[in-house]
């Protein structure tokens, strides 16, 4: 009988968020879900997808995703990070690859993190497709 792990605690909710990525990138649903509050009032939605409310439900569409073929990276750009006393917001751009390198798209996420009696902890991610960015032409006035 494997001993149970004592959940780490986040003193950041810089440490939450770099969690969450590595056990997205991981598919590791037990790392992923420590990186969450266990509440029922998290939140979690994907580019494109349904908005997934309480833990069970949070847990539940990222086994789904987990449970499909190749992994994912992430790289954050444009990162902007407001934090209070026991709520942070996190906006970036998530830049999404396949382990092999090949960019898979972008997103818009936002994160949001409080602080609880066991440190920082996700309570809503909420990502978009990010838009193509317009290509500008080179030269001329701008107005």
Known sequence: MSKPRTPPIYTSPQDAALAFYQAFEAKDIDAMM???ADDEEIV??????A?????DAV????????AGDGKLAFRLDQVVLMETV?????SAIEHIFLTDGSPRGAAIATNVFMRTPSGW?????????????????VGGPLH
Do not use: D, K, N
């Open 34 to 36: 420590t990186a969450w």
């Open 44 to 49: 979690s939605i994907h580019p494109g997808g």
């Open 51 to 55: 908005r997934h409310v309480g833990y």
């Open 59 to 66: 847990r539940g569409a990222f086994e789904q995703l987990f």
């Open 86 to 90: 026991g709520l942070a917001v996190q």
């Open 121 to 137: 902890r996700m309570v809503l991610h909420h990502a978009s497709p990010a838009p193509a960015l317009p290509q500008v032409a």
